[in-house]
Structures are given as C-alpha cells and as structure tokens.
C-alpha cells in the first residue's frame, strides 16, 4: 500500500509538471489491481490556528484504522476544500500515518463601509445586511470571493441608481494572529439625471399618459423638481414604469405590443437620455368566451362573472378578475383544489376567442378543524365565530368570513390558516388555524397619570376575554383629582345558542369637572345598567339597554350664575332607554385594510320615571380600502346630536365636548366650541367630526414590524351650542401624523398635529397620546 501512496504523490506532482492527467489515471488504475490497500493508524493535523483539531476531524471521510486508497485522498481533500475554511490544503501518508498540513482562511475581525452618503443608496442598515448576505461580518471567515462578489454587488447597485461614475475600491490588513482587517471605500461621484425622454411609434396613448407611467422623467418646475428629484434615474422605477406601460396596452386589447428601450448616458455632463419604440399592433377584440367542462346553464353562470362583453376589447385585466371570481365560483361548491386557466386564441387580425378550462378536481369535505395557539382562550369562543363545521362541504367564502369573525374579536394579533389535504382520502382536508393571543386586558393596582383626570389611586379589572369565555368583565375603583369611581360590568356576547348578548352593571361615579378643563361643578351618579342583544347578520346587531339612575349635582359660584335652573335644583332621578345598531365588517381589529364599521345610538328618557325630559342621537362611521399597494384609505366621520323635549332643556353636563387625540387632533382636550365668560368651554348640543387618513406600513423607513402602523391624516368638525344653529364659524381642522404601535400592553397611539384652519383664541396641543389607539 505504501507504494500506492507513494506513487500516487509522485504522480501527482509529475502531472503537474507534465500537465497529463490521463498518466494519473492510468498509472493508479494500474497498481491499485495489484496492491492490497493499507490502514491508517493515525492522523497528524498541523497549521491550526482558530479552527479546532476535533472540527477538522468531523469533516473528514476516514478515521484512524480505516483502510487508505488513492480516492480516499482524493475525497479528504475534496471535503476539506468544501468547507471553505483552508487557503491551501497538503496532504501525505508515510509510515501509516495520514498527515494534514493547513494554512487557514483569515478571521475577519473588522469590516467598514466608507464613503457613501446616508439614504442616497446605502445606509448603516443596508450595509449590515450586505456583509450578512455575503458573510463578511465580524467574527465570519474571509473569502476574498465574497468581497469580490460584495464589490459587484454595490456597482450594480450605484449603476442601477444613475451613479455611473462611483469608484469603490477595498483593502485588507493581515495581522499575526491571521485576523484581516477589511475596508471598502465608495466615491459615489455624481448621480445622473434625465435630460431628454422620447417616445415614439404610439398612436393609441399620447406622449403625455405614455410618461405618466413612469415615476421619473424629465424635470418638472424646478420647485417641485425639488422635492420629487423626478429627473433622477433609477432602472428600478423605469422598468416599474415599463411594466406598468405595458399593462396598460394589454389592458384595452394590445396583445402584441412590443416596446424597445435605449437609455444612453452621456459621461461629460452626467446626464442620460431615454429613448422608447413602441410597435402597439392589433387592438382585439373578445370574439367569445367558452368554457370547457360544464353545461350551459353553468356556462351562463359562469359568463356572467366575466366583465366582459363580447365585441368588446379585451381588458386582460378583468379577464384575470373575472377567472379569480370563477376559482371563488368552485371553491364554495367545494372544490378547494379548482384550477381555472385561461388560453387566449387569435381567429383572425383582430379577433380572439377566450377559452376557460376548468379542472375542478375533487369536491372536498372539513374532515377536521385544528386550532392552536390559544393558551387562554377556549375553543368554543373561536369556533361560534366559524362558517364553516367539520363534515360540511369546503367554501372559500364561509371560510374567509370565519377568519374575519375572528379577526374581529380583538383577542388576537395574528390569525392564519392553512388547509391540509388528506393523504389517504384526498376529497378530505382538515383546517389548521392558528392564533397568536395578546393582552385583552388587565388586573391594576396602583398609580396613573392621564392627561385628561390626573394623578389617581386605581384598582380593578378589566378583561374583554375573561378567562378565556370571551365574555367581558370591568370592575373598578379609581380615586383622582377629576374622577372617582367604583364600577362593575358584565357581558356575554353569546348568551344563547343563537348568539343574543346580555348585559348588566351597576356604578357609582363622581366627576370634578374643574379638573377636566370645564366648568366648576361635580356631578355624583349612581345607578345600574341592564342591556340585551340580538344579531341581524355575520356582520350586524342591534342592542338595547336601560339605565336608571341618582344624580347629585353641586355647581361652583360662577356656573350658579351661568346654569342657575339646573345648579339650584335637588337630587335628580336619571331614567332612559336606548336602542343602538351597529355593523362591523372590517378585516381586521387593531390595523383594518379593508371593510366598514358604522354605529347609531338613540336614546331617550322615560316620562314619568325621569325627572329629565331629554333625547341623544350619536353615530360613527369608518370606511377602510386599499389603495396603491400597502396603503389604505380611511374615511370617518362621527356626529352627536342631543337636545330636551316637551319644553325642559337638555342638562348641560349632558353636553358633548370636542378637541383632543379621540377628537380633533391639534387642539387642546375638551377646548372647542363656545365658552362661558370666564373662558371655560360650555360645550353643544351638535358636534360633527371627520378624518381622513392613509396608513401604511413602516417598511419603507425599515420598520419591518406589522405591530406597527404609520398614518398622515386630516381632521376637520365643528361644535355648535344648539342642534339647529349650524354655522361655518366654528369649524376647525388640523392636520398631522400618527404612529400605532400594538404592544404587549395594548394599542399606543402617539399623534403630532398642527391645526389649518384656528381661531387666535385656540388652545392648541401638537403632540398627544392614546391608550388603546386604532388605526
């Protein structure tokens, strides 16, 4: 065997002076027929440094008293190089044993990315990324193909971003422990910019809706060129505008539109000029639309889930919705697998016939339905929200709803689903949902601070989930310069099989109105609360409830004079019934996309049993919808309306007060509308509130959390003393940002505004905090 070894290094170093591998092969193949192969007795390892003698020996193929050949060496030495920790690898067999000599691959110890400036291309989070993509961060091996790979990289990177002049050049540094230090220097030079943008060969799109497809161009005014930078190129956004180009020609029947590009730059004065040749071709139009494997009363079905009209000109675009609508079509008649494709054939210039070919694969049935992920709460309060119950046939619709239904019960942060095919019987499927819980609520004992009551001693609970029932349960004792209050509420949101709600609570409440930014007066009531509730729809009920109770009133010297009739009168009996309707079908609890929530209150006082004769009206409404690709639009807009009747006035603590974060932001709390002489507000009878808003992600300034939420947003209302005494005069808006964050302990809101349209005499807040804030 020795001579095997022997021959075997011999030859190899023959080949490399000769450079014939076939010698090698032929001369192994030769011996090895007839030499027995010899063992190893031991392995020496020599020219470690940071890399361990046991981590070496766990990626080698043999061990001491193994039996050595020549492919063995040929597979040491390919496993050692496959780790990618050596610079050079030697090896050699004498006297039975196998010695490894090594030269290890460098420690990086040290890695900077100089030159650049922050945000233009890279910033301090990109660079930390790109040495973790290429494994170049401190404590990493060091392969100088990584570098080499990270450098082309960040040329690609500046060259798609109009930086056609950027410089990057690297050092590294060896020391004596074999550690390398590593620097990469960037002179970004000068970014190019859009001096010319030409389209030509259209006829159908002028020049004008042709550019607006792309988000840069040629300058505009250079004020406005100023904040949008919209002559800066960047490959990125014009092939973005390319592709949006040509989805819009395939859009109004353009099937061969062709569109060729030239960008050229032009060194001597950094700019570039753009050139487009669009070749649109035929328009088409929809000839017929057929639909393989189903009859003709299905195809009508189906034809009408299609918006488009025979004769008409192919939308690519509602032909893609119109096949989604036909795969939703069968997924509720419980084809959960349903493929639906569509093969477009021309039949003549300008005429096409659309096929739809169904495969809808088997019907399926929910063999099972899983749910994880609920360490608190019980089974049976997710599955009353579902649509859908094992052993019923599979529907797509029911089971969107279901995922809603549950969504909206704010117990959760994350609910996802997944449906599994069985393997044995594949007309089967179980469904898997999982939800992530997070605190609905709290047990408290302790201090607080709130900007509207003050310091104040609280104890109490609140649950929205208690013990995981999903009923929900308030019980309070709060003592604080503005409010004191000892509280108890009960409701169960599925008292009965049929999903009626039933609710009772009983309160003793006293407000020092001073201390809320109103006038002098405290108001003691106590009293008891009993309600019920009756589901309409998925999405709607209605709910009634009575309250009666004591009210004691002690005013100040000044409101004696303002509200002498309600200030001098004794004990009070407060006894009203209201009746309130609400719909909610938003898609989500805490950061709705999509969907609308509306409620309307009455309530009116008992004659006879009520020692006040007066009535409330108060409504909300939230549109949500998606716009662009992760924006959404809200819309909403709140009105309160109260007033007495059969002569007697509605009581003014009665009265609704607006300003503030759950008002209109940018103004002070509780400080619009008209005021008593010494300046405290008096509040109205009528107050009207609206917002819009665009929320988005955060990803955009690197907040990849979807906890966190950011919106700009416009608030605009108007506060009047009586219903029927409207006027523009008291109209006030603000304008600003907001940042929602869903924590462990709950929704935060934080908002900074400015008010647009004020009076001299406003109180005004930028900044305020919410408790509890929703998008």
């Known amino acids: 065997m020795h001579c095997i070894i022997h021959l075997y290094f011999f030859a190899k170093h023959l080949i490399k002076q000769m450079n014939q591998k076939l010698f090698l092969a032929f001369f192994l193949s030769f011996f090895c027929l007839i030499t027995n192969a010899q063992k190893i007795t031991s392995i020496e390892i020599n020219g470690l440094n940071s890399i361990s003698r046991g981590t070496v020996l766990n990626y080698l193929p043999i061990e001491a008293g193994d039996d050595i050949e020549a492919q063995t060496i040929i597979n040491i030495k390919k496993s050692l190089e496959e780790t990618r920790f050596f610079k050079e690898i030697n090896l050699n067999f004498e006297k039975d044993i196998l010695k490894i000599s090594l030269i290890e691959n460098p420690i990086i110890t040290y890695f900077d990315i100089k030159g650049f400036k922050e945000d233009e291309v890279l910033n301090e989070e990109i660079v930390l990324k790109i040495k973790q993509n290429f494994s170049l961060d401190t404590?990493?091996?060091?392969?100088?193909?990584?570098?080499?790979?990270?450098?082309?990289?960040?040329?690609?990177?500046?060259?798609?971003?109009?930086?056609?002049?950027?410089?990057?050049?690297?050092?590294?540094?060896?020391?004596?422990?074999?550690?390398?230090?590593?620097?990469?220097?960037?002179?970004?030079?000068?970014?190019?910019?859009?001096?010319?943008?030409?389209?030509?060969?259209?006829?159908?799109?002028?020049?004008?809706?042709?550019?607006?497809?792309?988000?840069?161009?040629?300058?505009?005014?250079?004020?406005?060129?100023?904040?949008?930078?919209?002559?800066?190129?960047?490959?990125?956004?014009?092939?973005?505008?390319?592709?949006?180009?040509?989805?819009?020609?395939?859009?109004?029947?353009?099937?061969?539109?062709?569109?060729?590009?030239?960008?050229?730059?032009?060194?001597?004065?950094?700019?570039?000029?753009?050139?487009?040749?669009?070749?649109?071709?035929?328009?088409?139009?929809?000839?017929?639309?057929?639909?393989?494997?189903?009859?003709?009363?299905?195809?009508?079905?189906?034809?009408?889930?299609?918006?488009?009209?025979?004769?008409?000109?192919?939308?690519?675009?509602?032909?893609?919705?119109?096949v989604n609508k036909i795969a939703r079509y069968f997924q509720d008649l419980g084809y959960t697998y349903a493929q639906i494709k569509s093969d477009i054939k021309k039949i003549n210039s300008n005429e096409l016939l659309v096929n739809i070919e169904i495969d809808k694969n088997l019907k399926t049935y929910i063999e099972r339905i899983e749910i994880s992920g609920n360490n608190r709460t019980q089974d049976d309060v997710i599955r009353r929200k579902l649509k859908l119950v094992e052993g019923q046939i599979y529907s797509k619709t029911d089971l969107d709803k279901s995922i809603q239904n549950i969504?909206?019960?704010?117990?959760?942060?994350?609910?996802?689903?997944?449906?599994?095919?069985g393997i044995n019987n594949k007309d089967k499927v179980t469904l898997a949902i999982r939800v992530t819980e997070q605190?609905?609520?709290?047990?408290?004992?302790?201090?607080s601070h709130s900007n509207s009551t003050g310091a104040a001693i609280t104890a109490g609970i609140s649950q929205n989930n208690i013990l995981g029932t999903g009923n929900t349960l308030n019980a309070a004792l709060s003592n604080s310069d503005?409010?004191?209050?000892?509280?108890?509420?009960?409701?169960?949101?599925?008292?009965?099989?049929?999903?009626?709600?039933?609710?009772?609570?009983?309160?003793?409440?006293?407000?020092?109105?001073?201390?809320?930014?109103?006038?002098?007066?405290?108001?003691?009531e106590s009293g008891l609360i009993l309600g019920y509730g009756i589901p309409l729809s998925d999405y709607s009920n209605i709910f009634a409830e009575s309250r009666i109770s004591s009210i004691n009133l002690t005013c100040g010297?000044?409101?004696?004079?303002?509200?002498?009739?309600?200030?001098?009168?004794?004990?009070?009996?407060?006894?009203?019934?209201?009746?309130?309707?609400?719909?909610d079908s938003l898609n989500d609890f805490y950061f709705p996309t999509d969907g609308t929530k509306a409620l309307i209150s009455s309530s009116v006082t008992f004659p006879g049993l009520s020692d006040f004769k007066y009535f409330q009206i108060e409504s909300s409404y939230k549109n949500y919808s998606r716009i662009f690709e992760d924006k959404t639009l809200k819309?909403?807009?709140?009105?309160?309306?109260?007033?007495?009747?059969?002569?007697?006035?509605?009581?003014?603590?009665?009265?609704?007060?607006?300003?503030?974060?759950?008002?209109?932001?940018?103004?002070?709390?509780?400080?619009?509308g008209s005021k008593y002489p010494n300046g405290k507000p008096k509040g109205g009878e009528f107050s009207l509130i609206s917002t819009l808003a665009i929320g988005s992600s955060l990803n955009f300034i690197g907040l990849e959390n979807p906890n966190m939420k950011g919106s700009i947003f416009i608030d605009a209302g108007t506060i009047s003393d009586k219903y029927n005494d409207l006027g523009f005069s008291n109209i006030r808006s603000s304008t600003g940002v907001q940042f929602s964050w869903l924590t462990p302990i709950g929704p935060l809101g934080f908002n900074f505004a400015t008010p647009i349209i004020q009076k001299s005499t406003d109180s005004k807040k930028t900044f305020s905090f919410e408790l509890g804030s929703k998008f």
């Open 139 to 322: 404590g990493k091996i060091f392969l100088q193909s990584n570098l080499d790979k990270l450098i082309n990289q960040l040329e690609s990177l500046y060259r798609s971003k109009g930086f056609y002049e950027t410089k990057i050049s690297s050092s590294s540094t060896i020391d004596k422990s074999n550690r390398v230090s590593l620097k990469i220097d960037i002179n970004e030079g000068n970014r190019a910019k859009i001096k010319k943008f030409t389209v030509t060969g259209n006829v159908f799109f002028d020049d004008e809706e042709i550019l607006d497809k792309f988000e840069i161009g040629e300058p505009d005014n250079w004020l406005i060129n100023w904040f949008t930078e919209k002559d800066y190129y960047s490959s990125q956004e014009f092939d973005s505008g390319l592709n949006k180009l040509s989805n819009e020609y395939l859009n109004n029947g353009f099937l061969d539109i062709k569109i060729s590009k030239q960008v050229k730059y032009e060194k001597f004065n950094s700019s570039i000029n753009i050139e487009l040749f669009l070749s649109e071709g035929s328009q088409y139009l929809t000839k017929e639309i057929r639909f393989t494997d189903s009859d003709d009363r299905q195809s009508k079905k189906l034809r009408s889930l299609i918006d488009l009209k025979d004769n008409e000109y192919l939308d690519r675009k509602k032909l893609i919705t119109g």
């Open 407 to 421: 969504k909206r019960l704010g117990y959760f942060s994350d609910v996802t689903y997944e449906l599994l095919q």
């Open 635 to 672: 819309l909403g807009s709140r009105l309160n309306l109260a007033s007495g009747y059969g002569g007697d006035s509605l009581p003014f603590y009665k009265r609704f007060y607006e300003g503030g974060s759950s008002s209109i932001r940018g103004f002070d709390f509780n400080s619009l």
């Open 439 to 447: 605190k609905t609520g709290e047990i408290n004992i302790g201090l």
């Open 557 to 583: 010297a000044s409101l004696q004079i303002y509200e002498s009739t309600e200030c001098n009168s004794n004990d009070k009996l407060d006894s009203k019934i209201s009746l309130t309707y609400s719909s």
């Open 482 to 524: 503005a409010v004191k209050e000892t509280s108890f509420y009960f409701k169960d949101p599925h008292f009965n099989s049929s999903g009626h709600s039933v609710s009772y609570g009983l309160f003793d409440k006293s407000i020092n109105a001073a201390n809320l930014d109103a006038s002098e007066y405290t108001i003691g």
